[in-house]
């Protein structure tokens, strides 16, 4: 299982509060820009934590090298 960062990386916000609800509409098959937009997540760096964490075909979470952005 992969953990999902309680707070952002960059700026210390608590990003983890609205995880769960963005994950499960991920699954239902929704763009990842427009959940953050309806869930407040509005800063760059925030949303980076969401969108470089995804999952793969199969529903498995993947967590990207945050460096890599
Ligand atoms: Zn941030």
């Known amino acids: 299982m992969v953990m999902f960062p309680i707070r952002c990386f960059s ?3 608590v ?3 609205v995880y769960e609800e963005y ?3 991920l699954k239902n098959g929704e763009d990842p820009n427009a959940i953050l937009d309806d869930l407040g997540i509005k800063k ?6 969401y969108i470089s ?5 199969d529903g498995r979470e993947l967590f ?3 460096m890599e952005y």
């Open 64 to 66: 990207d090298d945050i």
């Open 23 to 25: 994950v499960s509409r």
């Open 53 to 57: 964490h995804r999952l793969d075909k």
């Open 11 to 13: 700026c210390g916000c």
């Open 44 to 49: 760059y760096c925030c949303r980076r934590m």
């Open 15 to 17: 990003i983890s509060e």
